[in-house]
């Protein structure tokens, strides 16, 4: 507080025009029309900012409407041709004029091998009752071979010579979109050719691309979502005639259908409007509901909309904070107006006064603006520090947190080929066997469909561990924490399983189940790293042994993995530890496994050496802090 000295002996002996009333300023504040004027302006930045921000997304949303709408259009018409391709095979017309069994297998396996080709799901031809005389999946247990499918539409429409164009679900569970065309023999229909395709890679792409977008058929169906959700949907209300009919054609097999949960609609253009639909996802309960500006675009050669959602909520977010600042600068304007007219008024009244003060106060005023000056850029100079060594840390935080994950998705790509094979057998088991369940449902044969399901449970259960594992492996995870070394081994050695069936290996485990101060996961990311590297380094010799032994030293824990492969050569050992070094082929390793481990190591108190026994192998050393035992332990031990 700085207090100037009045020239006046007395401060009663000022004119009655000198005076200052102390309370002025506080009369003279206008509060209500002040909060009036923030609100209104505050609401007009806000109403303004999200128009503009609605606009330049609805933009946005139109190209990349335009851009998956070509895509889609491009991934139907690329199968277009092949119905119409198996008019020119001969074989074909002479197994629909006069069949025979070898022309059935002829023809069978032509239609397996230009199924691979295209890529398609199933070709198969139909004679003029609609009934399936061959097929690509003639060899499969669920084959159409023999089916009647003469109620599909798009047999109706092919065997009047019309394109036959239908999405549909199948009997056994599997959607896709059929291509009809009516085979012709001197001018004369005499069957049907249909090609099945798969659309579904289009959500994996749109899943991908994290866009939000789903495709409704002439039904208003959702039949392409981003979001699985919301597959299979009504995008507006049905009928109860509408309903049965398509209950009727089982084109959705036995679906059971609902409405897309809008919880507001505004239409703002021809094929523009904006969405209120509930969260979805696991928590979707407990999320608010979601804002969108949806875009639609009808889809050439088909009765198809493609609907795209752009989300609104960072738009409003950006709006609101629009409307804040508008409303305190208007409040800051209003109050700096208000202070220079008080301000003024004071200067009026005291100008007497003042002219005897005035050189003093200006000198002091200018003292202290210089002052204020040079604190404010101390200030600035000590807040540019503090943000570049904040963002200097976080960037190192970042770049260690990316490494950590880049080892772990390498070590995952190295495990793809074999989990991929762990679970395509469950796979085709579970196809086999989901056909098998409905053909004996249909037959009443309960007690072998009962056993059948039960198989597939298990298959369920099977690939839910492995892919458990394989999520838990990949996750992120923090420096600290606590580490069952036992817990953490088992974890390792499962993920390591279908490598550990193609090489088979000893295992000598001598060590006790300590805990250790570092994440579980990053201690489980250590030991696959060890595990591989011994692996690998056996691969060419038939005796392979790896031993895994531990013992506790003071307050730490000294775990050794040792093999008995043919070691390190000495001219590579001093590059062991650095980054992206590696002996194995490219497509076999990175070179940071190591390097990640150490650093995983380091950075919860412990180290990683190497060591080369003169018997032979290679004897890796992580040497991590222990955790005190807990009192439970600690009583259990007594």
Known sequence: MIV??????????????????????????????????????????????????????????????????????????????????????????????????????????????????????????LDTSG??????????????????????????DAIQG????????????????????????????????????????LEKRWE?????????????????????ARRLKAVHPL?????????????????????LQLLARQRIAADTELLTLPASGE???????????????????????????????????????HGMLAAVACALLAFLLIAWNERRKVIATRLAAREALQQANNELERKIAERTADLRASNERLKAQIRERRQAEETLRKAQDDLVQAGKLAVIGQMSTSIAHELNQPLAALRTLSGNTVRFLQRGALDTASSN??????????????????????????????????????????????????????????????RLAIDQTRLEQILVNLVVNAIDAMHGQSDRQLWLEGHAEDDHYRLQVRDNGPGIPPSV??????????????????????TLSASLAAAAGGNLSVQHPESGGTAFELNLPLLPQSPAESSRDE
């Not at 399936?132 to 047999?155: C, H, P």
């Not at 009928?239 to 409405?259: I, M, N, R, V």
């Not at 817990?487 to 060590?511: C, G, N, S, V």
């Open 4 to 125: 100037l000295q009045s020239p006046f002996p007395n401060p009663r002996a000022l004119p009655p025009l000198l005076t200052v009333k102390p309370r002025l300023i506080r009369r003279l504040l206008l509060p209500l029309p002040i909060i009036l004027l923030m609100l209104a302006c505050g609401y007009s930045a806000y109403y303004l900012s999200t128009q503009i921000g609605i606009r330049a997304l609805a933009e946005s949303g139109e190209r990349q409407l335009e851009l998956h709408a070509r895509a889609v259009e491009s991934e139907i018409s690329t199968h277009t041709y092949l119905p119409s391709l198996l008019e020119l095979e001969s074989s074909v017309s002479r197994l629909l004029l006069d069949l025979s069994e070898p022309r059935r297998e002829r023809v069978n396996t032509y239609l397996e091998g230009l199924n691979k080709r295209s890529g398609s799901l199933a070709i198969f031809i």
């Open 131 to 156: 009934r399936v005389l061959a097929t690509s999946n003639w060899r499969d247990a669920d084959s159409f071979q023999g089916e009647d499918l003469a109620y599909r539409a798009y047999f109706q």
């Open 162 to 201: 019309k394109p036959g164009r239908f999405y549909g679900i199948d009997s056994t569970g599997e959607a896709g979109y059929y291509l009809a065309h009516g085979l012709r023999h001197r001018g004369t229909i005499i069957g049907v050719a249909v090609v099945k395709i798969r659309l579904d890679p």
């Open 208 to 228: 991908r691309a994290r866009l939000e977008a789903y495709v409704s058929d002439e039904n208003g169906i959702i039949i392409l979502s981003s979001d699985p």
């Open 239 to 259: 009928s109860a005639e509408t309903k049965a009919q398509l209950a009727g054609s089982l084109q959705y097999h036995w679906t059971t259908f609902k409405e």
């Open 283 to 321: 928590n979707a309960s407990a999320a608010q509901p979601i804002s969108y500006l949806a875009q639609t675009r009808p889809l050439n050669d088909t009765l198809w909309h493609l609907t795209l959602l752009s989300p609104l909520q960072d738009l409003r977010r950006a709006a609101i904070s």
């Open 453 to 514: 399901l039960a198989t597939i449970n298990e298959l369920v259960d099977r690939m839910g561990r492995i892919t458990a594992s394989l999520r838990a492996f990949a996750r992120r995870a923090d420096d600290s924490g606590e580490a069952r070394l036992g817990k953490a081994m088992d974890a390792a050695l499962f993920l390591l399983q279908p490598r550990l069936e193609r090489t088979p290996l000893r295992i000598h485990r001598t060590y006790g189940d300590a």
């Open 573 to 594: 050992r001093v590059h062991l530890f650095e980054p992206f070094f590696t002996t194995k082929p490219g497509e076999q390793g990175l070179g940071l496994g190591l």
